[in-house]
C-alpha cells in the first residue's frame, strides 16, 4: 500500500515507543566491550552518543550475548548477569542526554560462536559447521534455559534505561539455528517441522515478554531466507514468510527485514553496493513481509541514497530504513540527508569495518 505522506523525517511508532524520524541504526558489533566479561566501556557510550547527535531516530546496540556460553566473538556486549546494569545504564543515558532512542539487541551465538572465546559450542543439532566444528546437542533443559536467558537479558536492557529490545534472529546465531532446517534436524519438539523449529522463537518471546511486561517495545531482526546458494537445504523465503505472519501473535512490535545463515558480507552485508549488488538488496523480502504482517517492518541491507530510501517508503514497502556501515563512516549521515548537505551515504560497502586488533572498534578503513 503506497504511501505518499511519509517521509524519511517523519514520525513513527514502534509499539508504544515513539521515534522522530525513520532511520535507524541497525545493529552494530561495535567490539568495544571489556574482555572478557563484556562491560559496556566510555568509548562505547562516546560512539553511541555522536550517532544520537548525528540525528538517527532509533539506535540500535550491537548484540549483546544473553548467556556466557551464547558470547560470539571477543569484545562482545554482554547483558548476561545483573552486574552489566551498571555499564548498560551509562549506555542509555549517554544515548538520551543526545536526544536519542536506543534499543539493546540480545543474542546466543550457539554454534556460531567464536571457539577462542566460547569454547564447547552448543546448537539444536550436531551439524558440522563450515569450519569442521561440532558443535553438541541441545538437550531440552539447555533449550529452555536459553530460552530464560533471553528474557532476563531483556529485563536487565529494560531495568538499564533502554527504550526497547531487539530480538537478534537473523544472521545465522541460535534463533536462527532453531528456524532453518540446515542446522535443525531435530525430531522432537523443537523440529521436525516448520512449526516446531518456530517453538524456540516463541519460548524466547514468552521468557523476554514474561519479564518486561506487556507494554516494554519488543521487536526482531529476522533472517528470512538463509544464503541458498551455500546451503540450499536451508530457510526458503516462504519458510520466512510463515515467520513472519506470526510476530504480532508473538507479541512482538515490528520486524526488521534481513537475511539469514550462511554467509556475511556476500550475503548480509554485501560488498559494492550500487555496482555489484543493487541497494536494498532484502527489498523483495520486506514486501513480502509486508504482506504478512500488520507490523512495522524495517528494511536494512544496502541501502544508500536518499530517494531511494524515500521511494521504498512512500510505495509503502517498508516503515523505516535500517542502516549499518554507512553510520560508521558517517554517524551524522541522518542530519546531513536531513538538511540537503547529502543525497547519498559516502559509504562504498568495501567491508572494511573490523578493527585489526583488540581495543580499536569499527571504523572505515575504504579509501574513497
Ligand atoms: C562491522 C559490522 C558489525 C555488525 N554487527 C551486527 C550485529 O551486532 N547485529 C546484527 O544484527 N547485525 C550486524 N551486522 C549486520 C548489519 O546490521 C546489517 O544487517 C548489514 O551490514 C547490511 O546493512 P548495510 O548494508 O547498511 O551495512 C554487522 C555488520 C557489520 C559490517
Redesign the pocket.
Known sequence: MSNKQVNLFSPVRIGSLEVGNRLVR????ERLATEPIGRATPALASLLSGLARGGVGLIIS??AYVAPRGKAHPEMLSAHCDEMIPGLKTLAAAVHQNGGRIAL?I?HGGRHCDEACTPGTMAPSPVPTRSGRVPREMTPSDIADAADDFGRAARRAQLAGFDAVQI?G??GYLIGQFLSPHTNRRRDAWGGSSERRLRFLAAVCEAVRGEVGAEFPVFI?LGMMDNLQRVPDGLTPDDGVRVVSRLADLKLDAVEV?GGYGGGSDF???LA?GSKEPEAYFRSLAQRARAATHLPVIL????RSRALMDEVLAAGDADMI?????L?REPDLPNRLRSGEATAAACI?GGR??PKGMGQG?ACKCEG
Open positions: 541497525s545493529a552494530t558489533a550491537g548484540h539487541q543474542n537478534h537473523a544472521h531482526k534481513s548480509i552485508s554485501r553496493v536494512v541491507g544496502g541501502l535500517s542502516l549499518c556501515r554507512p560508521i560497502s569495518c573490523w569499527i
